[in-house]
């Protein structure tokens, strides 16, 4: 869907590994988002980036880091996997625009990641 | 933190029946979007409405926004099975990350 791909799509992972999810444009968007989805909580924002190598934190960006070395990739990664952190992550672009224009975001399929 | 809060959290109609979804949230926004999310999927962007707006339409959809009550909601006229999804509110409030504050959404399921 407009151009976003997540992969892996579901991944199984032994508490303690390093987990990278990969998010993929093709529209060279300049925002990106990393959000997860848990029962009850909606969507909580991780990281997002504005830019190549310009990212921030979001609400619940404890235990994660992201890369974004290009446009077109964003990177996110459990350094060090807990239970807690099995969720389904989303990541998102928002398209350009006119400034304040108020465009919605496009989102990725998801991958769904379980620790055990 | 969550902004937009949806009611009900579920909601079961029957098929060709009215749908409306509630959300409130608590700060000055700058937009507020609806969102579909089907199950296992991705959400998906529905509808935009502007803070300087009042009502939005799209095909059988109907947003209202009420910013002096910091509400709006949602409307599907008749409805159809595939319209069975959740639905999320989210908020722009107009910072420069251009970053959404989500509800928790409500699960809307369409009898046959």
């Given amino acids: 869907d407009?151009?976003?791909?997540?992969?892996?799509r579901h991944k199984v992972t032994e508490t303690g590994t390093p987990v990278t999810l990969?998010?993929?444009?093709?529209?060279?968007?300049?925002?990106?988002?990393?959000?997860?989805?848990?029962?009850?909580?909606g969507l909580r924002l991780i990281h997002y980036s504005y830019g190549v190598k310009d990212t921030d934190k979001g609400e619940v960006s404890d235990g994660y880091s992201v890369s974004r070395s290009k446009t077109e990739d964003f990177l996110l990664t459990l350094e060090s996997a807990t239970s807690s952190q099995t969720s389904v992550y989303f990541c998102a672009i928002r398209k350009r625009g006119p400034l304040r224009g108020?465009?919605?975001?496009?989102f990725g399929s998801g991958t769904r990641l379980t620790v055990v | 933190s969550q902004q937009g809060e949806e009611d009900p959290q579920a909601l079961s109609i029957q098929e060709g029946e009215n749908a409306t979804m509630n959300c409130s949230y608590?700060?000055?926004?700058?937009?507020?979007?609806?969102?579909?999310?089907?199950?296992?999927?991705?959400?998906?962007?529905?509808?935009?409405?502007?803070?300087?707006?009042?009502e939005k339409h799209s095909g059988r959809?109907?947003?209202t926004l009420d910013t002096s009550k910091k509400s709006s909601s949602l409307l599907i006229t008749a409805s159809r099975a595939a319209d069975t999804a959740s639905y999320f509110c989210a908020t722009?409030?107009?910072?420069?990350?251009?970053?959404?504050?989500?509800?928790?959404?409500t699960k809307l399921i369409i009898k046959p």
């Fill in chain 2, 92 to 105: 722009d409030a107009g910072e420069s990350n251009y970053q959404l504050i989500w509800g928790a959404g």
């Fill in chain 1, 102 to 106: 108020g465009h919605g975001y496009t």
């Fill in chain 2, 26 to 54: 608590k700060t000055s926004i700058n937009n507020l979007q609806w969102y579909r999310q089907n199950s296992g999927r991705g959400l998906v962007h529905l509808i935009l409405i502007r803070s300087n707006e009042r």
């Fill in chain 1, 2 to 8: 407009a151009g976003i791909t997540q992969s892996p």
């Fill in chain 1, 22 to 41: 990969r998010c993929h444009q093709t529209e060279n968007h300049r925002y990106m988002y990393w959000y997860r989805q848990d029962p009850g909580h």
């Fill in chain 2, 61 to 63: 959809l109907r947003v």
